[in-house]
C-alpha cells in the first residue's frame, strides 16, 4: 500500500486533527476509527496480519508535525473522513500546497477487498482498501512557469542586492578577520552542481583549509571541524561563511530559496543511493531551503533533505520562498548554522 495519512478523524483531542500518517505495506490493513466498530479498513490503526494491534498512529495537531510527517513518510495520498469540520478545512490548504492526493472517504461504502485483481479492477474509486472520491483540484502541485521563475529571479536580485549593500560592513569586516586570523585566500571557491546539473563556482568565507583538492571535493566535511579556529568556528555556527553567496545569486547561479548545492563527488553518490535525490536539480539551488528551516544541514539525514527538497519545488509559490526566509531568519539568530 502506498503511504497514506489519514485526516479529520471524530472524537480525536482536537477536532479535525491529523490522526498520523499510515504508510503501512500491503500485508497490513487499518482499523479502528470511530464509527467502524473497529472493523478492519478504517483508519485509525494498524493490525499485523497476525491480528496482533499495533499502537494507536500518533495524533498531530499542528500545521509543522502535518508537514513534517507527510514528508518524512513520503505520504503521497491522504484520506479525509466526511463533516471534519472547520478545523479539517483549515489544514486543506497546508495539504494541496504539499502536493498530496486528497480523497474523501464515502461512509456507505465497504471497505475494497483485497484479493489484488479486484483491487486493481476499480483502483479509480479506491484507495487502500476504500471506497473514495476524489476532492477537486487536490494533488497538482504548483509549476514554475516562465512567469514564475521571472518573479523569482526578481525577488532574487532586489532582496540580495539589497542584502550585499547592507552587509557591506560585515562581509569586509569578515574578510579582515579572517586575514588576520587565516592569512591569505580568505574566500573559497569549490564546484558545486546547479539547476539541470549545470556546474558553478560557489563562494563561501574560508573556514578551515583542506588538505589538498581531493579532500576538499570529497570529504564530507560537518560543523564541528577540529581544524577550525574559533573565529570560523563562530562563522560557521552564524552561517555568517554563507554571505558571499550572495554574489551568486546576483550572478544567477543560484536562488535565496531552493535545495542547497552539493559537490558533484556526493551527488553523484547520493543520486545512487536514493533514488529521487537527482530530482533536486529541476529547480535552481538555493542559499537557505525548506530543509534547512527544519534543522537538516550539516550532518543529517541525506534522504530527509532530499524528500523536503523536493516537496518544495513540488509545491513552490512566491508565498512559501518569503515564508522560508522569514523562518530562516529566526533560525541565523537562534544560531542553529552549519
Not at 124 to 138: E, I, K, M, Q, S
Not at 246 to 251: A, C, D, G, P, S
Not at 267 to 284: C, G, K, N, T
Not at 325 to 338: A, D, E, K
Request: glycine share 12%; charged share 25%; proline share 8%.
Amino acid at each position: 500500500m502506498r503511504p497514506v495519512g489519514v485526516v479529520g478523524v471524530p472524537g480525536t483531542a482536537e477536532p479535525g486533527g491529523v490522526k498520523g500518517v499510515l504508510g503501512a505495506s500491503e500485508t497490513r490493513r487499518t482499523q479502528g476509527a470511530p464509527g467502524t466498530q473497529g472493523t478492519p479498513g478504517a483508519p485509525g490503526g494498524t493490525e499485523e496480519p497476525d491480528g496482533s494491534a499495533e499502537p494507536q498512529l500518533p495524533l498531530l495537531t499542528s500545521d509543522d508535525e502535518l508537514h513534517r510527517a507527510v514528508i518524512q513518510n513520503d505520504v503521497r495520498a491522504v484520506l479525509l473522513l466526511s463533516g471534519g469540520g472547520p478545523a479539517q478545512d483549515a489544514r486543506m490548504p497546508v495539504l494541496r500546497g504539499l502536493g498530496v492526493e486528497l480523497w474523501e472517504i464515502d461512509p456507505r461504502g465497504p471497505a475494497h477487498p483485497a484479493h489484488p485483481v479486484l483491487r486493481d479492477a476499480v483502483r479509480p474509486h479506491h484507495v487502500a482498501g476504500f471506497r473514495c472520491r476524489p476532492l477537486t483540484g487536490t494533488g497538482q502541485p504548483s509549476r514554475t512557469g516562465p512567469g514564475r521563475q521571472l518573479l523569482k529571479r526578481l525577488l532574487d536580485v532586489a532582496v540580495a542586492g539589497t542584502l550585499l549593500l547592507l552587509c557591506g560592513p560585515v562581509l569586509g569586516g569578515c574578510a579582515l578577520l579572517l586575514r588576520a586570523t587565516e592569512g591569505p585566500g580568505v574566500i573559497f571557491r569549490q564546484e558545486r552542481v546547479g539547476k539541470d546539473g549545470r556546474l558553478f563556482t560557489l563562494l563561501k568565507f574560508r573556514t578551515h583549509r583542506p588538505a589538498d583538492t581531493k579532500e576538499s571535493d570529497t570529504r564530507w566535511s560537518v560543523a564541528d571541524e577540529r581544524r577550525m579556529s574559533p573565529f570560523c568556528r563562530f562563522l560557521r555556527s552564524t552561517s555568517l561563511d554563507e554571505l558571499p553567496q550572495l554574489w551568486n545569486v546576483l550572478r544567477g547561479d543560484m536562488s535565496l530559496v531552493g535545495p542547497r548545492p552539493e559537490r558533484p563527488f556526493f551527488v553523484d553518490l547520493f543520486s545512487r543511493r536514493h533514488p529521487h535525490y537527482a530530482h533536486r536539480h529541476r529547480m535552481q539551488t538555493g542559499v537557505t531551503g525548506l530543509a534547512q528551516i527544519h534543522g537538516l544541514r550539516g550532518d543529517t539525514s541525506i534522504e530527509d533533505r532530499c524528500r523536503f527538497d523536493n516537496a518544495y519545488i513540488d509545491s513552490w509559490s512566491l508565498w512559501q520562498d518569503f515564508c522560508i526566509l522569514l523562518r530562516t531568519v529566526g533560525c541565523l539568530l537562534r544560531r542553529t548554522g552549519s
